[in-house]
């Protein structure tokens, strides 16, 4: 079936360092990926998204850059800050399903001030 | 504008029980879907209501597991017998639009922590 892996599972910063978090997809037709944060407590929340026909997206300090050739999505966040840190989960929405998004398994951020 | 609001926030419960989740999507989405997410795993869809039809219950793990969206409006997932595997936190999402444009945001709401003793 579809998957999505997701890399690292756990990434500790320094504030105002740079993190970075990838994903990589089986379905090559998939055309739609999001990216969710979840602070803790909080629901999942959608910080960015990406569809198939661009190859970076960017919005203030973070950024989605897709490489179709490759099935690899990754998420880029600069200068980052303590409020950055929560669990991350990229996504895909796959070609054969209707509107189902298919997640990875999500990556732990400690932003260290 | 209220976002997706969820029911109970915590549930615990033992063996061969029985719970009932409840959803409330953000008002005029037709989309509404359940996934869940077992402790460390993936977020794993469960299935997707377009108002009161289900569109896709590719993801419900058995048939212990029952949906429901009468109306068209909140949902219910009702777990019966409930089983120590079925822990986890599960998670509400609505969204607007129609199969034709599949891009809109899926917005989540808190999420219910079961836990199974």
């Known amino acids: 079936g579809e998957n999505v892996e997701q890399h690292p599972s756990t990434l500790s910063v320094q504030e105002g360092d740079s993190a970075v978090i990838k994903c990589t997809y089986s379905?090559?037709?998939?055309?739609?990926f999001p990216w969710y944060k979840q602070e803790l407590g909080k629901r999942p929340q959608l910080i960015i998204d990406?569809?198939?026909?661009?190859g970076e997206k960017k919005d203030q300090r973070i950024a989605v850059t897709l490489n179709k050739t490759a099935k690899h999505f990754s998420l880029h966040i600069t200068e980052t800050q303590p409020e950055d840190s929560a669990v991350y989960f990229c996504?895909?929405?796959?070609?054969?399903?209707?509107?189902?998004?298919?997640f990875g398994s999500g990556t732990q951020l400690t932003v260290l001030p | 504008e209220a976002g997706v609001t969820q029911f109970p926030s915590h549930s615990v419960i033992e063996k061969g029980q029985t719970v009932t989740l409840r959803c409330d999507p953000i008002?005029?989405?037709?989309?509404l879907y359940w996934y869940r997410r077992v402790m460390g795993k993936e977020i794993k869809f469960l299935l997707h209501?377009?108002?009161?039809?289900?569109?896709?219950e590719s993801g419900m793990p058995n048939n212990r597991f029952l949906a429901e969206r009468t109306g068209g409006t909140y949902s219910t997932l009702k777990v019966q017998p409930a089983e120590l595997e079925d822990s986890g936190v599960y998670f509400c999402?609505?969204?607007?639009?129609?199969?034709?444009?599949?891009?809109?945001?899926?917005?989540f709401g808190p999420g219910t922590r079961l836990t199974v003793l």
């Open positions: 996504a895909a929405l796959f070609s054969g399903s209707a509107r189902q998004l298919t």
């Open positions: 990406i569809r198939s026909n661009v």
């Open positions: 008002s005029g989405h037709d989309n």
């Open positions: 379905d090559s037709a998939s055309n739609y």
């Open positions: 209501f377009v108002k009161e039809s289900k569109q896709d």
């Open positions: 999402a609505s969204s607007q639009g129609s199969l034709q444009r599949p891009y809109n945001e899926q917005f």
